[in-house]
């Protein structure tokens, strides 16, 4: 089975190969019979040959590596025992064997499973056990490399448009707070394309309704955690009342926690999920806000009585310590309304605690409620626009290189 001719150049593979066919190359094949002089002959009239199989009634039953058979007859005395012998005497006699329909995710399992010789010698490819052509490891790694890139371009294409879905049904509360409350401050930045964070804001004939929401986790798990958690609000305050935030927080409790099935058994499959929140509904005539929160904190600045920033006061209001929805939160919780008449030019502030609990600063600690505070009365006097990017400057110049921890919310509003 000497050839005449030079090996045929490899078959070009396709963008994307998905199975072993796409990356099988023709090269020379030798038999039993031939003898180990015959195959010292090709390695030295073909330098491009890696390797060799070896084929038996088109059955391939081995694989001549030239690095290993090289070295073998390079010994003293080898090539004058085993010159005029079968070559089977140095072929590896358990190749790595593929069918050609075999997917190359799959392909690249068994790859591993053979360990180095799979990359350094390749593959032997068969349709029905009988030989049709070799494969590479390199090609192997590149086409595992091609497509796991086109994977990954595909999720992020799936990612960036989860991340316009997620941006769309947040649109209708950001061009109400512009109309409703032109004095407003609203910074939404998901750690990752998409977050758990998310905000609403309802206008109604005497008031709106604000609610701030923190979802378990944060990139593709937390923006599904809102969608679900956007819904079931959004039916609360179409059919009950949005002037009782602590109703509406214990609704959305038993909501959430009857729809993921999170009944308190820690041994039960199902998940743990639910969200940290601050609900607050603000009478416009009365100027009252009444709030509950679950976690979440607010601050309230009250301007200083005779424009010195030091009477400027701020007191901040923490929320209950049971989160919404989690399965140690009970099915019957209820949380508890809390109410304040805001005086003119007094603001209201609430974060999710992406931004209190970031680490940063030559320590390395959280920035925290304190740094916050001192933040917010250093530039109560602004337009809340302009305090928001002040804040933010702050928040970032505190972060430097620290990795972002978590999803960030930031809102603030003056009515």
Request: aromatic share 8%.
């Amino acid at each position: 089975m000497l050839p005449n001719h030079a090996p045929p150049p490899p078959q070009a593979a396709t963008l994307l190969p998905r199975t072993a066919l796409e990356l099988k190359k023709s090269t020379i094949v030798a038999s039993p019979e031939l003898f180990s002089d015959d195959i010292l002959r090709l390695f030295h009239e073909y330098p491009e040959l890696d390797t060799i199989p070896v084929i038996e009634d088109t059955h391939p039953i081995g694989l001549i590596n030239r690095h290993v058979f090289m070295n073998e007859m390079a010994r003293p005395y080898v090539r004058e025992i085993y010159g005029r012998k079968s070559c089977i005497a140095f072929m590896d006699k358990h190749p790595l064997i593929i069918e050609e329909t075999t997917p190359i995710q799959e392909l690249s399992f068994q790859a591993l499973a053979a360990g180095q010789k799979a990359l350094s010698d390749g593959f032997i490819i068969v349709r029905n056990g009988s030989y049709t052509g070799v494969g590479s490891g390199f090609d192997l790694v590149d086409a595992v490399t091609k497509l796991q890139a086109e994977k990954s371009r595909m999720v992020m294409e799936s990612i960036e448009y989860a991340s316009v879905i997620q941006r769309s049904f947040l649109r209708p509360s950001q061009r109400d707070l512009a109309t409703h409350l032109p004095d407003h401050l609203l910074h939404w930045e998901p750690r990752d394309v998409v977050g758990g964070d998310f905000f609403v804001f309802r206008t109604f004939n005497d008031g709106y309704f604000i609610a701030i929401i923190d979802c378990t986790g944060h990139g593709v798990p937390g923006a599904f955690m809102t969608l679900i958690m956007a819904s079931f609000l959004d039916r609360i305050l179409q059919h009950d009342n949005p002037r009782d935030p602590a109703e509406v927080m214990t609704k959305m409790n038993r909501m959430i926690k009857g729809a993921l099935a999170q009944d308190g058994d820690i041994h039960h499959d199902g998940s743990d999920d639910g969200m940290d929140t601050a609900f607050m509904w603000f009478n416009s005539a009365e100027r009252l806000l009444t709030w509950a929160s679950a976690k979440i904190p607010l601050f309230i600045v009250t301007p200083p009585t005779n424009n010195t920033a030091s009477d400027a006061k701020i007191e901040q209001m923490n929320g209950e310590r049971m989160g919404v929805g989690y399965r140690t939160t009970p099915m019957q919780h209820t949380w508890v309304n809390h109410s304040a008449h805001l005086a003119p030019g007094a603001s209201v502030f609430v974060t999710t605690d992406g931004f209190i609990d970031q680490p940063g600063g030559k320590k390395r600690i959280a920035f925290g409620k304190k740094r916050l505070k001192n933040t917010l009365l250093e530039h109560h006097a602004l337009a809340l626009k302009d305090q928001g990017e002040h804040i933010m400057q702050t928040f970032r110049a505190y972060q430097a290189e620290q990795r972002r921890r978590d999803d960030v919310t930031f809102f603030g509003f003056r009515p």
